[in-house]
């Protein structure tokens, strides 16, 4: 476990800035990282699908999204959800892939029918957004 800042431990019941998850094979002693760790993580995997390598996440994306990412990486690591990898890191947390994947192909699947049916429309209750995609609008 890496330890960062004032308020940060291990002890993720004491401390809420820690996340316990083990995805389908949820057991006692299962993988804890810190929220922000899990959030590079799944933005990462998301990101890597979108990139069309999924599950690979490239120093130089790591370097374009924020100052903290080598230590979240190396937390990653820690906890075997990512292994480091010639100019990158391989994400080995499959359920988190199979999500990812998932939650990108029912995107890519609104954004077709967006597309077969005319095209964005604003959202009346969301103004600035596609009503059928919500995909951001320019
Ligand atoms: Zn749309």
Do not use: N
Not at 4 to 29: H, K, L, N, T
Not at 93 to 115: F, G, I, K, N, P
Request: charged share 25%.
């Amino acid at each position: 476990m890496v330890q960062r800042g004032s308020g940060r431990r291990g002890d993720d019941a004491a401390c809420p800035g820690f996340v316990r998850f083990g995805g389908i094979s949820a057991s006692p002693g299962d993988t804890v990282v810190s929220r922000e760790a899990l959030q590079l993580h799944v933005y990462a995997v998301l990101a890597s699908i979108e990139a069309g390598r999924p599950g690979r996440v490239t120093d130089e994306y790591l370097g374009a999204v924020t100052a903290a990412t080598e230590v979240d990486a190396l937390e990653l690591c820690t906890a075997g959800l990512w292994t480091r990898r010639a100019d990158g890191y391989d994400v080995l947390e499959s359920e988190v892939m199979r999500m990812a994947s998932e939650v990108h192909r029912q995107l890519e699947d609104l954004t077709a029918q967006c597309h077969r049916t005319g095209g964005h429309e604003p959202d009346p209750q969301y103004p600035g957004f596609c009503s059928k995609c919500a995909v951001r609008l320019p």
